[in-house]
């Protein structure tokens, strides 16, 4: 089973910048929301091997994606094509809503 990619401020650029969409789970340990929609993402990961890649940032240790995406509230998920945003989503919602954010991007 795939799992979600970890992804830092070093290596941001390079995984956003292929050919796959990605979403990226901009999270915190000690944000609740984020435990509740932690699982959801990881199953995503299992889903879409293959068609798109799935990671997850923790904001603590990765301050500066986060200051240049200008992340306020977490969980906040965004959805890159081709290295640019096309979707984003606020807040803890069901696997059902990301999943068609992702379906939306896949070629």
């Known amino acids: 089973m795939s799992k979600a990619i970890?992804?830092?401020?070093?290596?941001?650029?390079?995984?956003?910048?292929?050919?796959?969409?990605?979403?990226?789970?901009?999270?915190?340990?000690?944000?609740?929301?984020?435990?509740m929609i932690g699982p959801v993402v990881e199953e995503l990961a299992g889903d879409y091997e293959g068609k798109a890649v799935i990671g997850k940032v923790n904001v603590d240790e990765n301050p500066n994606i986060s200051a240049?995406?200008?992340?306020?509230?977490?969980?906040?998920?965004?959805?890159?094509?081709?290295g640019e945003i096309v979707d984003k989503q606020v807040g803890a919602v069901p696997k059902g809503v990301l999943a068609q954010k992702i379906d939306a991007q896949v070629a």
């Open 6 to 35: 970890e992804i830092t401020d070093s290596n941001f650029e390079e995984i956003i910048g292929g050919d796959k969409p990605v979403l990226v789970d901009f999270w915190a340990e000690w944000c609740g929301p984020c435990k």
């Open 68 to 82: 240049k995406f200008g992340i306020r509230s977490i969980p906040t998920l965004l959805v890159f094509k081709g």
